[in-house]
């Protein structure tokens, strides 16, 4: 095991091996060679305020070196070109540590205020910037997209706010509205109008010390023994031109590489395949890129994506067929050309699916949420949200909080839910999951419904619907434990076999 200064000189001596390496090929060495986060330490122009705020965050670091360690190692891949692209515009180099603080450099990153990406870019922010995001593809998680997104967002910032970048990164975090509005108060009241003298957000008040705090590391690593996971200051990755949509799965065995590779680099595709109707480029790992190219030349087209032909059946619907076809309503329109939901019996559709099972695109939307939805304590339970359901309404009726019931399921607090749609909740285990529902809970077969008492409903033909008994249903609802009527429009919990059996 190396401690700290061991590992510091371990990570000098590998870089300057791979820069004798490169020389010895006959590169010769040059600005783009050594360790990148050197280079943005030689080269920082944002004056560090050295005050209390500051000291306390650039503390806070300090105590912590294992998790600069591991962003700076997360942030291996994307690095370079973030570096490559503030230099390309004349920008301070250390705002490539600004993903260090939005999103621990995880293109995966998801908030509770609905920001996604390396540059945490919420939905608003995103379609002002040109960001699509759809079933298919967010932008907010292209790397390169939204690079240049943030980046076009930083210099307007910056020229709005005359250059001064400490306003620049408040109106980041707080929006620029917030921050002309502390200048105008501040203004009023005679007070100075620099960031320091501002009444901002608590959360933007330590936000730009942070980053202040973040650059002062950074610019003197080895005054303060900091460990930085070297990256080497080269392209990490080639830009490739699929020509159309392509499975990932079929990428990644073209590539020769683990599809968890491909979706990192690939962020920005959340489902099994390339968007149809583009992007149609893949990033890969420099070295992957000529052989992936010489045997996507020789793909067959039909090979590229699966397709089904699916002849729609009395009670189909859009919804139901994409359901099954693990796909979405929007896909089968656009491939069909369809306007609306209307179907008939005897058509026949074509639905693109994906080649390999569902579960071995590890890092899709769908299976990305599969995972966090399995993560929890006590008794799982999954709710079918009803109509006129909100997650404050769900969260009251289960006694759980509105924020951990959008983190169990992937959401954001606002984000919209929709009839149908599971959701997962874990509560506590009680006296009651093992004597009054027993089984159900322990079967992973059985879920959990909310279901309204509509016009005609009894206690016993809802019974004999869900093939479930009239006791049951009391059991699982203490308001019929002393009046057992129902009315239309009564919410009641049910435990289904979802199997039928």
Known sequence: MFNNKGLALFSSIFLAALLVAQNSSGNAPDALQGNLWQHISANTSIAVHNNRRVDAERQWYLQNPDYL??????????????????????LPLELALLPIMESAYDP???SHGRAAGLWQIIPGTAGDLGLDQDWWYDARRDVRASTHAALDYLEKINANFDGDWLKTLAAYNAGQRRVKEAVASAQKAGRGTD????????????????????????????????????????????????????????????????????????????RWATKPAGPHELLLPLEYEPGFTAALGQLDPAHRVQWNRHQVVSGDSLIRIAKRYNTGVDVIRQVNGLRGNSIRAGDTLLIPTALANPEQYTLSAGQRLASRQKTGSGVREVYRVQSGDSFWSIAQAHGVSVRKLAEWNGKARRDPIFPGEELVIWRAASITDTATLNTPMRSPMVRKLGYRVRSGDSLARIAGKFNITVEDIVGWNQQLQTKKYIHPGDRLTLFVDVTGG
């Open 108 to 110: 995966f990153a998801y």
């Open 195 to 270: 960031f320091w003298a501002l009444k901002l957000p608590l959360e933007t008040r330590n936000y730009v010390p942070r980053f202040l705090a973040l650059t002062d590391l950074v610019s003197r690593i080895d005054h303060y023994g900091i460990n930085l996971t070297p990256v080497l200051n080269q392209p990490y990755f080639a830009v490739v031109d699929t020509q159309g949509q392509l499975d990932l799965s079929q990428a990644a065995q073209l590539a020769g590489m683990d599809i968890n590779e491909i979706y990192r680099l690939n962020p920005g595709f959340s």
């Open 69 to 90: 360690r591991r962003v700076s190692a997360r942030a291996e891949p994307y690095l370079f070109y973030v570096v490559e692209e503030l230099e390309r515009r004349q």
